[in-house]
Structures are given as C-alpha cells and as structure tokens.
C-alpha cells in the first residue's frame, strides 16, 4: 500500500474512534432528552387539565413583574412592540424601555406615540453601566417609563434596566419580540409552584415568519413561504420540545433565551449581571448563576415551560443566517471557556457532570468533529479499507438519527400544541423534517464552524441580524436578537 493510503488509513482510524463517540455520547444523551421531553409535555399538559392560569392572573400575593426592553434602531417595530406589552394579561406589571443610543428615530416614535414627557429620576447604578441621558413618562401611564442612554451594547442596556427595576423579578424581551398574551403567566407559574428560588424561567420560542400579526397580536399562524425559514422552524421545534424540555426534567438547564425570559432581580445583581465581554450574554448569565450558587451555597432552580409564550422573527436569508449562527457558536465557545471549572465537576451535579460536557463536546467541538468528517469523506473512498468503509456508516446513521428527531418533534409538536392546525403544513414540516440534514444542516455546520475558528483567533465581534418585517411590519429593522 502507497504511503500517503498508509496516513490517511491511520488518520481515519483515529477519526472513526473519535466519531464513535461523538455518535454514541451524542445521540445517546439525546435519545435520554427526548424521553425525559415525553415525560415532561405529559405531565405538564395534566398539570394543565386541572390548573389553570385564573387564580395566578387574580391573585394579589402574584409577584409583580417589570418587563425590561433593550432598543437599538428599531423605529419600524418598537410602538407596536410596546402597546403588544402593555396588553400583556398580568396583574401588576411595569414595563422599561432601554434605547442604546440609537441612531434612528427609535426614541422620537416612543415619546410621540405614547405622549412622553422627560422627568427627573433616582438611578442607582448597582451594576456599571454606561451614562444615562435621560427618563421619559407619561404621567397618565405611569407603567411606561422610557431610558435614554449612551451606545453601550445589548447587555449593558439590560443592566440598566436592572438597575431601575422596582420589582423582585424583571423579564427580558427582544424588541421585535411577539408575545402571546398570557405568556407572562405562564412564565411565572413554575416561580409561583417551586418551593426552590427559581431564578429564571423561559418557554418555548416559535419563528413569527408567515404567521400574520393585528394589533400586537398573532392572529394566524402560518408557514413561512422561504425554506431556509422553514427549516428554521423544524430547527426550533426540535430544540424546544426535545432539548430544552429533557434539560428541565433533568434539572441541566444552561440555557434560556433572552429573547423570552423572567429573571429574579437579587440574584442576577449577586451574580453581576449580564457579561459586557460575550456575544451571548444570556446562556453566559445562566451558566454564571449556576456556578455563583454553588459557590455561594445557594439552592436554585432554572425552570422552562413547554409551552409556546413568544414569537420572534428568524433570518431569511442565508447571509443573515450565516451571522446569527456564527455568533450563537461564538457565544458558546466564550461561556464554557469561561466557566471551564465547572467541567467534570461533581459539585456542579448535573450541570458539571452532563450538561456542562454536552454543550462543550457536541454543541461547541462537535462542529468540528462533524465538519472535520464531511471534509474526510473523499478520502475514505479513496483509500478504501476495511476501517474507513466503517466511516461512512457512522455518516449516514448520524443523519438517519437527526432525520428521526427532527421528524419526532413536528410530531410531538402535533400531538400537543398544534399551533400549525392545517393539514398541508403539517406534511410541508414532516418534509422539510426529513430534508433537513441533507444541504440544510451542512450549510448551517459551515457557518458553526467559522464560529469556532473565530473564537480561536479572538475575533469576537457582534454581528448584527437584519429582518425583513412581518406582514405587519413592512419595513426592515436591525434587531438586537438573544
């Protein structure tokens, strides 16, 4: 045998060993979420039968709740986005707009719309933040208070919602978000039920392309007619309803995303708030709290609801895509970089000793491995071996398993919330479900991997997602996406 068939035999046969556990680690902890996802949508949707969200809306002892918005350039969505949540069905609720220096008229549609004048206010900086310029109120609504402050970024705009908040839990929501109308409720459910200090509490987030949107509201939804959105919306069915539910039942939540969440304000502020120095400061907030209480020695709790409480616009093209993938892998390799301790920690429990080691080895490398693989597949052909014929298989079960969970959760989906009631969408996702990891998911993997090589060579710099709008929203804007 030549030489160079001698190197690529042995490259492979060190690679098949690598890719045998990246597929039996992998879909072996996916096929424990997806049980523990089944588990959990059945005992929530009995919790439901008999617990409804009326005592909690009536109740006086319901912990209030300050809605905190971070704005940068959204003049086209944020009158719309702010009258959808002061419509939000909570009972005492406050809501804190943040604009970040925008450009835009962002700030003159909000004091025009809702008849804001400036007014004098007490801040105090419990985490640094950059200056704040000025308050505005509508005495009439004194629910809405408006913050103009220096450009500092999506998290530094956060923190000066902390900041001003009043109340013992604040929610965090995108500017271009679509909330359903009880979503607030269901949120604060499992906060109200846990006998635990739960911390924080996300849902189920849905793609908002194709559906139509009146008054703040989603009236019908729909698939969108682009089928890079609608893989896109396989893609979050299946992380919802099969990662993020099996997290939850397994107490390993690292991540809730910030487009949709509620947050207990002490103890975001003892943790230090949201990171300035990471492209996803939401997963690394969590992660960071997760670590603060077992230093600390306080007992918490993540809690994640499946149900879908919020609609947020996905990329339509594939150079919006490509950005927001980039900056989603970037911001993971930057959180477990920087909690690396927690790895393999028995003190961690379940976070340090499985959900820690998941996200590092198959969400962060296992872009690599898989790419890395892709890369190989001309070369096992080439040398043609017994050992590198066992490549290909590992390939192709690989995808065959995806296949199978992204076909389960369109499913899953239809069997419990249904909120694509038509027929022909249904078979239009089970195609796209079975499409997907054939093109789809390697463009996707390409852009995950150039996330990678970024956060390799330190470039760690945010990259903006433009979108095209609802049927509601005509005009582009630049969103300030979780």
Known sequence: MPEWKVFFSDTLTVFNVLLAFYFVAGNGVYTLLMMMSLVSVWLHNRRLAYEGLDLLSESTVTPPVTIVMPAWNEQDAIVDTVRS???????????????????????DRLIAAFDLVRVDFIYRPLLPTKPVRAFYRNHQAS???????????????LNVGINLCRTPYFCTLDADCVLERDALLRLMRPIVRSRVNTVASGGIVRILNGCTVEDGQVVTVGLP?????????VEYLRTFLFGRTG????????IV????????????????GFGLDTVSEDMELIVRIHRWAVEHQREIRMSFTPDPVCWSESPASLRMLARQRRRWQLG??????????????RKYGVIGML??????????????????????????????????????PFLV???????????????????????????????????????????YRQVVLWFRFQGVLRFLAGFHKWEKVVHVGTSSTAQPTTAMKA
Not at 247 to 254: C, K, M, Q, S, V
Not at 375 to 383: C, D, S
Request: glycine residues 6%; aromatic residues 12%; charged residues 20%.
């Open 85 to 107: 949540v002061l419509k939000t069905q909570y009972p005492r609720l406050e809501v804190i707009v943040v604009d970040d220096g925008s450009t835009d008229s962002t700030l």
């Open 247 to 254: 997290w939850d039942l397994l107490e390993g939540t690292l």
């Open 332 to 345: 993971l390799c930057q959180t477990l970089w920087q909690n690396a301790r927690m790895l393999f920690n």
């Open 143 to 157: 629910r809405l208070l408006v913050v103009s402050k220096e450009r500092g970024g999506k998290p530094d705009a």
């Open 225 to 233: 007619p682009n089928a890079i959105e609608r893989f896109q919306v």
């Open 355 to 392: 959900s820690y080691p998941f996200h590092l080895y198959v969400e962060a490398l296992g872009a690599v491995v898989e790419f890395v693989g892709y890369a190989l597949l001309p070369v096992a052909f080439m040398v043609n071996t017994s050992l590198s014929r066992l490549y290909i």
């Open 397 to 439: 079960l690989g995808l065959a398993y995806a296949t199978f969970l992204s076909v389960g959760s369109v499913v899953l989906e239809e069997l419990t919330h249904r909120r694509y009631p038509s027929f022909r969408d249904l078979k239009t996702l089970l195609l796209y479900a079975l499409l997907e990891n054939f093109g």
């Open 257 to 272: 995303s910030g487009a949709f969440a509620v947050f207990h304000r002490e103890t975001v502020i003892e943790a230090g």
